[in-house]
């Protein structure tokens, strides 16, 4: 399994994007822990290369955004269970107060009731009041 084609097998079956892969590996958050960094290239390939909302394919890594479920301030930890990769405006839009930049957000993304109720449900776990449709 270590050997050349063992790993070749391997990264075959990931069934990622490797260039955005690599991309995560060689630009680690630099605010963020070893724990968060190692668990945001899990998550990646865990997510199959997707928005865990959307379930949007990432195309860039500068569109990945890895949110903590429990946020830091609240005692939330880098564990992976913790964390989640979001598109950018899905991750704005789970922070968002104000209703304009809700409003922006969500004609944006152009999101499905279940995918808003997804939203709402980690809204809810950072303080935010859910988003009514």
């Given amino acids: ?17 490797m260039n955005i892969l690599i991309g995560l590996m060689k630009n680690p958050s630099i605010n963020g822990s070893t724990e968060y960094n190692d668990n945001r290239l899990s998550l990646y390939s865990a997510q199959r290369g997707k928005c865990a909302i959307t379930q949007r394919i990432f195309c860039t890594t500068e569109e990945i955004h890895c949110h903590h479920k429990k946020p ?7 564990a992976y269970e913790n964390l989640m990769l979001v598109l950018e ?5 789970i922070h968002a107060k104000v209703q304009t930049v809700i409003e922006k957000y969500l004609n944006c993304l152009q ?10 449900k980690y809204r809810e776990l950072v303080g935010n009041e859910p988003i009514v449709a």
């Fill in 72 to 78: 830091r301030k609240s005692g939330g930890t880098d």
């Fill in 1 to 17: 399994m270590y050997s050349s084609e063992g790993r070749k097998g391997l990264h075959d079956n990931l069934r990622v994007n």
């Fill in 111 to 120: 999101l499905t009731s279940t995918q808003l109720a997804k939203v709402n």
């Fill in 89 to 93: 405006p899905v991750h704005k839009l």
